[in-house]
């Protein structure tokens, strides 16, 4: 079974081997692929952050943060960031820890969250998005080089809590 | 004469007068008003950025910065933040630090410039923004608890380079 929970220390090199196989295929995150392990982590576990993982019977195949999108009188918006161990797609590992954000963020006190780059050809995140109540509210051209289809658009997603 | 130029630690105690005073509006950042002087100056002169001010014959009327909006494979959109110190509105320093900012982020060689978040109610800053070329490409309900009008909605900006 699989369990959403906060993460801890003993995470990390389980949740660098998913950044790593992520942001290595260039075409989710704007992360260069050949960011260094503390880079990515220090980010990642940033002292702002909530961060989390879905944890299958001590195996971690997700990991996902929430923070607030903007500092002050901003801070009632949240903000995320996911990602699936490549070896787990199509298991409902998003979805779960989808889900279980939208009752974080609830809980933390955020009126909503926003996404501020999700990439346009990333189509199984964008569905998997919809499918929980978000609704595209921008989009940015030529937000990122994609590694295979060069300068692709990028959408701002938006949900009330 | 005003001209605008790179910032020096020497300008930091004038570059905080002015945030200290555009944040106290409440109205067009969402830094909370009793932001500390060394937070908000730590933010603004961070390594990351290009730092600017309008220096009127040695008086200086406003600062901006420049900074990659993304990392890695986003990083060729950039993205700024400006302020006008209260008292030198409506003499166009606005409209010259825009200005400059499209050059100098040409220079950089960013291919497009991203404001994340332009208050709707910022009429000012709208209308300028628009008066160079850029785009409203997006819009975040109630992105900003507004110091007079509550929950107020922002807008993403963009223009190619």
Redesign the interface.
Known sequence: MTQVRKATDGDKPAVWQIIKAVIAG?DT?????D?PMAEMLAFWFSPEKYVYVADADGVILGTYWLKAN????????GNGGYMVSPGAKGRGIGKLMAEHSIEEGRRIGY??I?F??VVKSNAVAVKLWKSVGFEI???????????RDG?TNAY?M?R?L
């Open positions: 260039g995150y704007t992360f260069a692929p960011t903007q500092p002050g009188l901003g801070d009632h918006v009126h909503s926003q501020n780059f509210i921008g989009e940015i051209p030529d937000a990122i080089r994609h590694s300068l701002i938006y009330k």
